[in-house]
């Protein structure tokens, strides 16, 4: 399963979003910083309007949603590549996960402490990416050395992730992210397994307070997106105090609570499903009396490969896949008549599964 870690610096509203996401108040959230010192976790649904709509059409009660998990992250400080708070724990706690929520304080409030001593979002993403660059610099410098005689060697894997490394240290240097060279597939999967920091994907999630929900925005989110475009990353408006309120509501009284607020829908929810694009997965769904269930594939995955996250025996003895496209499905109602009006499809090996198939499969045993 895929992660994502949210991370920022202390007291910016890191572990109240992670108790919002997870549904239950398992992060204790404190007015101090390094208040999360090992990282939760939480699996959290992610959310999808197609489930129910496929459900009314089966009559099943069984609903079953693809699935994100997240871990909230120690609080990161200055000087944290060389050690400094609780650094090294949260850098290697990093490193684990494939995409990172960077949680920005976009609020005043004279009650919580900023760990520099005034809200700026600019200076705390600055803070946070020094850090990972540095760290990423470290590493790259050393891997680099420990390769260059297998390169000498006439190596090919090894020529293959060190050019790759090459590329990546000079805008490294230049206090960019690794993220932002252009590197083919082959040079990606080479160096996966170093987990630099600034290679993966990044969403800054702009923590502002309830008054400015209805609004969407204030003067501080107004800085971070101007911002986030300079390194074509997205930003999620959310209020982490707000969203820590619904937990444990009835649906009902979520809808007033927003409404009350002036929004429709919470900002995690479009967190989670951003999250989700960015970490390049899709979903596909398996419909039935016994259950209607969303199945997390990766974008560009061939239908025996969505077919093995089912079950491994599927893949192996894959013959077809009858696809029904999600706007078939519901527009004629049932899989029987979707095969009498030809919508049906029967796909076979070199098949690339779409966002949204309803899918059934044709397997040997």
Not at 101 to 126: A, M, Q, T, W
Not at 299 to 318: L, N, R
Request: aromatic share 6%; proline share 3%.
């Amino acid at each position: 399963m895929l992660k994502s870690g949210i991370v920022g610096l202390p007291n910016v509203g890191k572990s109240t979003l992670f108790n919002a996401l997870s549904n239950n108040h398992i992060a204790e959230a404190a007015n101090y910083p390094f208040c999360t010192i090992e990282p939760n976790s939480a699996i959290v649904n992610v959310p999808d309007s197609r489930l129910q709509v496929l459900q009314k059409f089966v009559s099943t009660d069984v609903v079953v949603p693809a699935v994100i998990e997240f871990m909230d992250i120690a609080g990161l400080v200055k000087g944290a590549s060389q050690g400094e708070g609780l650094g090294n724990k949260f850098l290697s706690n990093i490193r684990e996960c494939d995409l990172i929520v960077h949680v920005v304080r976009c609020f005043d409030d004279e009650n919580v402490i900023h760990v520099d001593g005034k809200v700026d979002p600019l200076s705390d993403i600055e803070t946070i990416n020094t850090e990972l660059i540095l760290s990423d610099l470290e590493q790259v410098q050393k891997s680099m050395d420990k390769l260059i005689k297998k390169v000498r060697g006439q190596d090919k894997e090894a020529k293959v992730m060190f050019d790759a490394l090459e590329k990546i240290l000079p805008v490294l240097e230049e206090g960019k992210a690794a993220r932002t060279v252009d590197l083919d597939e082959e040079e990606k999967l080479a160096i996966k397994s170093y987990g630099l920091l600034t290679l993966k994907e990044i969403v800054y999630a702009a923590n502002i307070p309830e008054a400015d929900m209805a609004a969407g925005t204030n003067d501080y989110v107004a800085k971070l997106e101007a911002y986030a475009k300079t390194e074509n990353a997205g930003v999620v408006v959310i209020s982490a105090a707000a969203e820590e309120q619904l937990v444990g509501m009835t649906d009902n009284e979520k809808k007033e609570f927003l409404e009350e607020l002036g929004v429709h829908e919470t900002g995690l929810s479009k967190l989670i499903q951003r999250s989700y694009e960015l970490l390049g997965l899709r979903t596909y769904f398996t419909a039935g009396v016994k259950e209607v269930r969303a199945w997390t594939i990766h974008v560009g995955d061939k239908a025996p490969q969505a077919a093995g996250v089912i079950h491994g025996d599927f893949e192996k003895g894959f013959i077809k896949a009858e696809t029904i496209g999600y706007d078939d499905f519901v527009a004629i109602g049932s899989r029987p008549k979707a095969r009498e009006l030809g919508k049906a499809r029967q796909e076979g090996k070199e098949y690339v599964v779409q966002d949204g198939d309803v899918i059934e499969f044709k397997f040997n045993n």
